[in-house]
């Protein structure tokens, strides 16, 4: 058994409070052995936490990791024209090895920020899926399906290719890659394929994503249509319950936020993107009171415009105050739970928590800084204050991905050298 020990720093323990502490990682099994006073315990290899604040990898619950290709690319629209008019028409032109380095670029601006692991909404997921095993980090990956604007055959093929994906990928990368079933949304899904797949998934056991009540846009036409809101119809469909994560949740009243509490449904706040789109404010703190599990998520870097948990953190917080009108709302206890646990429990992995038995999946923030001096509260500084920059080691699955700001995987000069050639070559080809 190799051992490694996060020694010297103070630990974010799960119950948001910070101690003095060194975290055991069995390296072959990838879990966290023990937390126990400064000095008690012993390693084979060590990691130097002093000065550092030793926090669980954070979890980006709702992403789409290739999309840094286009981060940048199209700004300041709202979601609909934004998808149309711009992101789609160039999406289309996306090859297997576009979608592979947009990844690999994500992922080491993961890596760097301290986050272990994602829940992806793509296409070309082998492709996505071998950037992760490459990198060492813990991903929830599907296939996307979209039925409008495709006939019959091409529509039931969507569905079917996310059904299969799902089934054929869970458990990849030992068991580093967990699946999704995803319709995309409840808009663009046709409630036909909703009604014919979502109960071959639930069979399946197939945990579900997909986007919900993100614009006033998506939520109208679907009261017009079935008389109800869009949660109550989402239910009728048989999409909500424990194994179901919702991206978004901006326009929820409150009929639906019980219903989500009642399921157990989850829901994944994206406010850099709820704002950037002007899609809304998502009622976080009423979602909180309800007893829904609220995760994070950046949602793509085209609608970010990166995807660091920190300033998702910082985000939430902040805007979770204006939408409640209350400055004690989405306090920052609140949104590293948000960032870390509730995470974990949404996606499915024993991590979000330094305990001994969950995986040993965590970063070290370097708190020597003028932006965190003083250290009245690390809490605090972890919502407010700290930025992805600040990490300095990520350990996912006991395995070291960054030691001292260098990453261990993936070589990031070539990473970002072809990322900037692929994505400019995609821009022209879409300009044809
Ligand atoms: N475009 C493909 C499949 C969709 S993959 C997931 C999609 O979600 C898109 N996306 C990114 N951010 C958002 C968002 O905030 N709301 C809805 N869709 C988004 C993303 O650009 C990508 O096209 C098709 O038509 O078959
Ligand atoms: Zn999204």
């Known amino acids: 058994m190799t051992e490694l020990l996060v020694a010297g720093g103070q630990v ?23 937390v126990d006073d ?43 024209a934004w998808l149309q008019e711009d992101i789609w028409p160039v999406e289309a032109e996306l090859t297997p090895e576009d979608v592979r380095v947009g990844a690999e670029l994500g992922l080491v601006e993961m890596i760097r920020s301290g986050t272990t692991a994602l829940s992806d909404m793509y296409f070309h997921v082998d492709e996505i899926a071998a950037a992760v095993e490459e990198s060492g980090l813990r991903a929830v990956l599907g296939h996307t399906a979209v039925t409008v ?12 290719a996310s059904l299969d994906t799902a089934l054929d990928l869970d458990g990849a990368a030992d068991g580093r890659i967990k699946t999704t079933f995803q319709p995309h949304s409840l808009t663009t899904v046709g409630e036909e394929y909703l009604r014919e797949f979502v109960p071959e998934a639930v069979e399946a056991g197939l945990p579900i994503h997909l986007h919900a009540n993100e614009t006033t846009d998506e939520v109208e036409p679907l009261v017009d ?35 989500l509490a009642e399921t157990g449904t989850g829901a994944v ?12 404010m998502a009622p976080v703190q009423r979602l909180l009171d309800a007893g829904v599990t609220v995760a994070l998520g950046t949602d793509g870097a085209a609608s970010n ?18 939408a409640a009108d209350d400055a004690s709302a989405v306090p920052a206890g609140a949104v590293v739970e948000m ?56 350990v996912c699955d006991g395995d ?13 000069r070539a990473v970002r050298d072809r990322a900037s050639d692929r994505a400019r070559a995609l821009i022209d080809r879409a300009a044809e």
């Open 38 to 80: 400064p000095g008690e315990l012993t390693g084979d290899d060590t990691l130097d936490a002093s000065d550092g604040l030793v926090i669980p990898g954070l979890v980006n619950a709702h992403t789409h990791v290739a999309m840094t290709l286009l981060r940048g690319y199209a700004d300041d629209k709202p979601l609909d």
């Open 305 to 322: 415009n990166d995807l660091d948990m920190f300033d998702e953190m910082r985000d939430a917080a902040m805007v979770g105050k204006l």
């Open 269 to 280: 706040h994206c406010p850099a993107s709820n704002m950037k789109l002007a899609s809304g």
């Open 12 to 34: 974010l323990r799960p119950d948001t409070t910070v101690e003095r502490a060194d975290v055991l990682v069995d390296q072959d099994s990838g879990d966290i052995l023990a």
């Open 225 to 259: 249509e079935h008389g109800a809101r869009p949660l109550e119809y989402a239910d009728d469909v048989g999409l909500l319950g424990e194994d179901t994560f919702l991206a978004h949740c901006v326009h929820v009243d409150e009929t639906e936020i019980d219903l």
């Open 149 to 160: 604007a495709k006939d019959e055959a091409g529509a039931r093929a969507d569905m079917q």
């Open 400 to 412: 070291v991905l960054m030691r001292d700001r260098d990453l261990t995987v993936f070589d990031e």
């Open 339 to 394: 960032a870390t646990a509730n995470g974990a429990d949404l996606l499915g992995f024993e991590s979000g928590r330094i305990e001994a038995g969950a995986n040993a999946d965590l970063a070290v923030l370097d708190l020597d800084a003028a932006h965190l001096t003083p250290a009245h509260d690390l809490v605090s500084h972890l919502a407010y204050a700290a930025r992805g920059s600040d990490v300095c080691h990520t």
